[in-house]
């Protein structure tokens, strides 16, 4: 109801002295008005009409004036326009040749308002090639300036509108090549191995190994291009490729290993350090014993433990890993992977 009689009358609560007071109440879906001892009654979408005649004043204008961009009507271009006011405006714009629909919310008080209030810094990336966007051919990857407004991409198959009329950061990004879905499975994942040959992600109900351009759906408790591991005594913990080979331990303190060596361990006890090195593997173990595994075979026993640091690799998943060909996205319960466009 404010923003409506503001249209017609220059409102200022509470009200200044010796100035023309309207009083305004609301009962039984009902606004009673009076204004100079004029009393009317109307329904919220009467409003306007009702202000107009009891006030005996047309609805005020703004002016507008675009920054860095044109206001476009009709085909034709302006620097400033005329606008009759209201609390929600769509502002056409044409910025860089690009036309956008800008919403402005006029504050109270102002006859002059200066548009778009902010820039936000769009980011198109993940592809070399011809887009669409609101109907005018660029080229990407591309950064332009826009102003907050609902934007529309087209790319090939994908047509898709995005919303940053509300948006609050400065800078939106926009990935291309995450459009092109290849596979969504649902599975929770609980750790991650990234190794030169591929990505092992173990999950329940299901673990994926992704290589190149495989794709592999497994219920072992690691895979990868050497082989498999199905039955072993707790959770694969740490593993790292060099040379074709895997070497692998698990929670319960095993050590195997896939590929062109062959080399297994029971340590006995759970690891409580594993550090890679130039050539070799440091291994400690609850049981306070130290090993090395050396890359060129052979492990040995190198004393005792004196210090308990636990210190095991993160193997946590992150939102997202990047192979070649692929681009995995992982949530609370699905794993998305989106096939890259290379060209």
């Not at 204004?35 to 202000?51: A, M, P, R």
């Not at 107009?52 to 004043?57: A, P, Q, V």
């Not at 990857?141 to 991409?153: A, D």
């Not at 004196?306 to 993160?314: A, E, G, R, T, V």
Request: hydrophobic letters at 35%.
């Amino acid at each position: 109801m404010l923003y409506t009689l503001y249209g017609y009358y220059d409102v200022s609560i509470p009200p200044i002295t010796n100035e023309d007071k309207i009083e305004v109440s609301y009962k039984n879906n009902l606004f009673y008005i009076n204004y100079k001892g004029n009393e009317v009654s109307c329904k919220l979408n009467e409003l306007n009409d009702t202000f107009s005649k009891l006030l005996n004043r047309s609805l005020k204008s703004l002016i507008i004036i675009p920054d860095r961009s044109y206001i476009t009507k009709n085909d034709a271009t302006s620097t400033v326009s005329f606008e009759l006011w209201n609390k929600k405006m769509k502002i056409p714009l044409l910025v860089n040749n690009i036309k956008y629909d800008y919403f402005l919310y006029p504050p109270l008080g102002k006859r002059l308002v200066h548009v778009p209030d902010r820039w936000i810094n769009l980011k198109i990336l993940g592809i070399k090639d011809t887009i669409k966007l609101n109907g005018k051919k660029l080229i990407a990857p591309l950064n332009l300036n826009i102003p907050p407004s609902i934007i529309n991409i087209e790319y090939g198959m994908v047509n898709q509108k995005i919303d940053l009329t509300d948006y609050s950061s400065n800078t939106y990004v926009l990935n291309l090549q995450k459009q092109n879905l290849y596979k969504s499975i649902n599975t929770k994942i609980l750790n991650v191995f990234n190794l030169n040959s591929g990505i092992f992600l173990y999950g329940i109900p299901n673990s994926l190994w992704i290589s190149n351009g495989e794709v592999k759906l497994t219920e072992d408790k690691f895979y990868c291009n050497y082989g498999e591991l199905k039955n072993i005594s707790g959770n694969v913990i740490f593993a790292y490729e060099k040379d074709n080979t895997v070497y692998i331990i698990s929670s319960s303190g095993k050590f195997f290993t896939l590929g062109t060596k062959n080399i297994s361990k029971d340590f006995g006890r759970s690891p409580l350090s594993i550090k890679v090195y130039k050539n070799y593997i440091e291994i400690k173990t609850f049981k306070l014993e130290t090993y090395r595994v050396n890359f060129d075979g052979g492990i040995y026993k190198e004393g005792n433990v004196y210090n308990l640091f636990l210190d095991i690799p993160d193997t946590k998943p992150k939102k997202s890993y990047e192979t070649n060909k692929y681009i995995v996205e992982i949530n609370d319960n699905k794993v998305f992977i989106y096939k890259k466009n290379i060209n």
